[in-house]
């Protein structure tokens, strides 16, 4: 493809991600429409002071040189997998300054295909090899059983990995990967979004501040509730996702040091339909309910010595909480932004933790592995 053919691709592709026609570019550049169309339709050629208008109007680079020089100062991001979770990572990545997809990868490489064409990536990897040579980081959103792998070809290519959870559902291999990474100085995070909203993160600092006291109780649940007809594999993933949420906050908030769990589940043969956890402490206790086949409402109270805290259904996707109190006149909301599905939280701490070099993260390592344990245990 020669080089105005690839800039009337990016054209294209801008306009499809600004949502504009040839008729918007051609009023705001002050142009006939049909001038327009012939660049489009590549019967003639776009001035280069043409083509810097029309940067400036897409904000978006299309000449080589441009591009070269946007690319320096930006994470090149490879992504595994073309699922909807991925679509939807892509999707939030513009809102995310300093990181770009450059390229996409499935084993079945029509997909492949029509991810990058959709999303305007560049390279359509034919394998993980050919995409872990293009970029400086992976996202891996492919199913759990390939993510050991995937994500130590990442590692061992000096690729720093934000993986969607669990890392891997084997809590051996997960140590081996997070030791790995640790050897080698780079950054491995679960994509457990609800852990990198500020949201999330103003209801642990209040929590712990004292202001309710000295918790004794948190109790979170999450239920789904399913079709009967869905495959055991879809149902326990989707039990295994619901589990992650809510021992997240427990752990956040009651530390790793529990001293006892205990748990009643029910299930349709192999199929778990409702757990309810308890993770026992001195003095505390941690309930994490979650289900399936079991309705209820998936809230969050933090119960504390001098009020609680409630957080509303969906709790892992919070905008506001409430503090409350014996003396309801003391009650009050707080609200924080949960911008659309809150994916752009977790891509912009793992950028920052790539270009930053910094330990501190929404996730622990320890956390991370402590989930994995207590997953493996409870529904394996």
């Not at 493809?1 to 009023?27: F, H, P, S």
């Not at 990536?121 to 040579?133: F, Q, Y």
């Not at 589990?243 to 205990?262: E, H, P, R, T």
Request: one cysteine or more; a neutral charge.
């Amino acid at each position: 493809m020669g080089n105005n053919q690839e800039i009337i691709v990016r054209i294209r592709r801008a306009l499809l991600n600004k949502k504009m026609t040839q008729r918007d570019l051609a009023v705001a550049l002050g142009k006939k429409e049909a001038e327009i169309s012939r660049w489009l339709n590549g019967r003639m050629g776009i001035s280069n002071p043409n083509l810097q208008k029309i940067e400036d109007i897409l904000e978006t680079a299309l000449t080589e040189k441009s591009l070269a020089r946007e690319k320096q100062a930006y994470l090149r991001l490879g992504v595994i997998g073309t699922g909807s979770i991925a679509k939807r990572f892509v999707e939030e990545t513009v809102y995310v300054p300093n990181v770009y997809v450059a390229s996409a990868y499935n084993p079945n490489f029509a997909e492949t295909h029509q991810f990058c064409e959709k999303y305007g990536i560049m390279n359509e990897a034919i394998n993980v090899e050919e995409l872990l040579k293009e970029v400086d980081a992976v996202y891996i959103a492919s199913p759990c059983y390939s993510h050991f792998e995937y994500i130590q070809k990442a590692l061992n290519a000096n690729k720093h990995v934000l993986c969607e959870t669990p890392l891997t559902d084997n809590y051996p291999q997960a140590k081996e990967l997070v030791g790995l990474a640790k050897k080698l100085g780079l950054v491995l995070m679960p994509a457990l979004k609800t852990a990198y909203a500020p949201s999330f993160s103003k209801i642990i600092e209040e929590a712990l501040s004292g202001e309710i006291g000295e918790i004794v109780d948190v109790s979170a649940t999450v239920t789904t509730l399913l079709s009967q007809k869905v495959t055991l594999g879809y149902n326990n993933e989707r039990l295994r996702d619901n589990l992650y949420y809510a021992m997240l906050i427990i752990l956040k908030l009651l530390g790793l040091d529990f001293k006892k769990v205990s748990a009643f589940a029910r299930n349709d043969g192999s199929k778990s339909l409702y757990l309810n956890a308890s993770l026992i402490y001195d003095n505390m206790i941690g309930q994490a309910i979650v289900g399936t086949g079991v309705k209820s409402e998936s809230s969050l109270v933090i119960s504390g010595t001098k009020g609680y805290i409630y957080v509303p259904a969906p709790w892992w996707k919070p905008d506001y909480f409430e503090m409350r109190y014996e003396n309801p006149y003391d009650n009050k909301k707080l609200y924080f932004p949960f911008e659309s599905s809150g994916l752009r939280y977790e891509i912009q701490s793992f950028v920052d933790n790539v270009t930053m070099k910094t330990d501190e993260r929404p996730i622990s390592n320890q956390e991370t592995l402590k989930i994995i344990q207590l997953v493996e245990k409870y529904l394996h």
